[in-house]
């Protein structure tokens, strides 16, 4: 009989599932399934993490230390051995520090793993203490988060197990079925019970298909929409005039803000008919319970950081904060109050600089290493992200990356687009192969895994990685000695009441457990009482800050623009991979090569189901083969992402095609706020 070890996703979801693993007696892995016992994986995983242990064993794994030996792009390289590979990466960055001063040196990294160790701890020491350049982590969720903070004080949200008591929930930008799948089931359940379900969204994707009702918005309109429901919600006194008075502040001055957000006037702003709009209010605000779900999609536009604190304002309104089964989910992150301070170390700053480096924005990267001086970058360490692949205006980033004085190290699993212009490129372990601490943005389970699998080849965590470097650096501080079981404890240790009693050794046995934010068997609900992380301790409204107008880059911005380029391109993500995670299968190609049209946006262009086009604006071009359906608006073309564009013949992807522009709030990337234009190809 195999041995059953216990693991946990590391990747960029908000279900961040408990995992069980077969291991035979070579101790190879056999069978990754989701743990039955825990509360919100149930037994199941989804179809990309399914299949993880393809990659695992995948030929394609690094498996040793590699030196370029061709052009910056080629991708060619010669083996290498750890200490070669770490002495020069140490003897280049003390070079590139002591020439042009250390914040020269730029750290690149994400969430290709959202384990706390890998990704928030041993690398961040070494950064701080290194002097390097702080990179400023926008390029996912710090837009959405800030507008959650903005309406609420805190990143705290509705339970995923609550929304089987719901009534009406209604999905914002929220592909669920793609991004969240483990909410689906509770989401079933509460509408065996005779809940409804709503969605938003710019593309009337498999989860609109199965919805009540659906709702088609223009792109980056999302804010107005809120507006609206706000005006009929007051206008009828569909309102919770007791939650208002005892949890709020400012609702008089909302109310008279939100008159001219008339349904009329928000019909031609965002493309929802007017009588949609009242009965959406409606049906919302007389549900009880009720429910929004609003994800990240909704931020990623000019004013996205307004859309999701409107949105966000809407539960206050309503009073459905008070119920089991009501209120908001956007994140659930901020109730996982860590001693952050213990593990990243920021203080080491002080040691090497006297000060705070300064901070470079990573949704600007493409800027970074092309326009940036004073020092200019000359060395970048990537790790737990794809940058040629994921980040925007995509141009502009290979042109830096190609840069023959850039010194740049990449540490990864497979050769992904970045990988190609390393020169230096490390082996890393995959999540089953290393120890480490995982909080959640989609619920409230703390998790803990060892490592389950051995590493293959030569392949090192970054732990390791960067523990090693600190060592050939000459870095004494006991901090860069400290294990993994030491920094978890450290982390641990904030006194927070939702962390209370949780000890190292109960995560080690237990491996899942609930946060603290209510008694066992209670539900959390977080602003029942008011309670907000606002200095009044109550919802602030702030009226006089709020304000809308369309993206640049959309069908009622920028005039010239939109009439160079008349469609709104969004790319949401595909169902077949996670961010760029598996774009090396070839399964995640096939959504990314296809761009779908409105028909009437087709027959105009002379395009028909299947035919190759160009979308293209100002700043690139690629090709794909075109869909024509109406499940997008009039004058939106949707494009999923975000395929490896090594693996497309162009060797480009979405990305070719947005922009650098940033949000209103915390300097998000504008992903889904980008003018196109379409062509055929050919005859």
Known sequence: MPEVRRSVCALDCPDTCSLLINVDESGAGSRLRGDPAHPITR?????????????????????????????KGEGRFTRISWDDALDEIAGRLKQTAAEFGSESILPYSFAGSMGMLQANGMDRRFFHRLGASRLDRTICSSTGGAGLVAALGLRYGTEPEQFRHSRFILAWGANILATNVHLWPFIVEARRNGARLYTIDPVRNKLGHLS????????????????????????????????????????????????????????????????????????????????????????????????????????????????????????????????????ERKDLQHA????????????????????????????????????????????????????????????????????????????TTTFLEHTDVYLAYGHYYLQFARAALTAPGECRSNVEIFRELAKRMGFSEPCFDESEEDMIRG????????????????????????????????????????????????????????????????????????????????????????????????DADSETLTATLNPEDAQRRGVVDGDQVRIFNGRGSLMLRAA?????????????SVRWPRRAADRQNVNVLTSQRLTDMSGGATFYSCLVEVEKIGD
């Open 212 to 343: 009540d009702k659906h709702f088609s918005i223009y792109p980056g309109s999302d804010a107005a929409l809120a507006l609206g429901l706000m005006h009929v919600i007051i206008r009828e006194r569909l309102f919770d005039a007791e939650y208002i008075r005892k949890h709020t502040l400012g609702f008089d001055d909302l109310a008279r803000k939100v008159e001219e957000y008339s349904p009329g006037v928000v019909s031609q702003m965002t493309g929802i008919a007017a009588e949609e709009i009242v009965s959406l209010a409606r049906d919302y605000a007389s549900s009880r319970p009720a429910v929004i779900r609003v994800n990240y999609g909704v931020q990623r536009s000019d004013r996205g950081g307004m859309a999701v604190r409107l949105i966000s304002l809407l539960p206050a309104l309503t009073g459905s904060w008070r119920d089991v089964g009501g209120g908001l989910q956007l994140s659930t992150s901020g109730a996982f109050h860590f001693n952050t301070p213990s593990l």
């Open 43 to 71: 037994g199941f995983l989804c179809g990309k993490v399914a299949r993880y242990l393809e990659r695992e064993y995948s030929p394609d794994r690094l498996l040793h230390p590699q030196r370029r030996n061709g052009a």
């Open 628 to 640: 024509v359906a109406g499940t997008v608006l009039r004058g939106v073309v949707s494009v999923p």
């Open 491 to 586: 982390l641990l240790n904030s006194g927070h009441p939702f962390l209370q009693g949780i000890t190292f050794e109960q995560l080690d046995r237990d491996r899942s457990i609930r946060l603290r934010v209510s008694d066992e068997g209670e539900p959390f609900l977080p602003f029942a009482q008011g309670n907000f992380g606002t200095a009044s301790g109550k919802c602030e409204f702030h009226a006089e800050t709020i304000q809308y107008s369309p993206p640049v880059e959309s069908r009622r911005g920028d005039r010239d623009l939109s009439a160079r380029f008349p469609l709104e391109l969004i790319s949401p993500k595909n169902h077949n991979s996670m961010n760029s995670t598996f774009g090396n299968r070839a």
């Open 352 to 427: 090497a600089l006297g000060r705070e480096a300064r901070l470079v924005n990573m949704s600007e990267l493409g800027r970074a290493l092309t326009e940036l001086d004073r020092p200019r970058v000359k060395a970048v360490v990537v790790y737990c992200s794809n940058p040629a692949a994921v980040a925007p205006d995509q141009n502009q980033v290979t042109r830096g990356l190609r840069r023959d004085d850039l010194f740049t190290v990449v540490i990864e699993q497979l050769q992904t687009d970045t990988a190609d212009y390393a020169d230096i490129l490390l082996p």
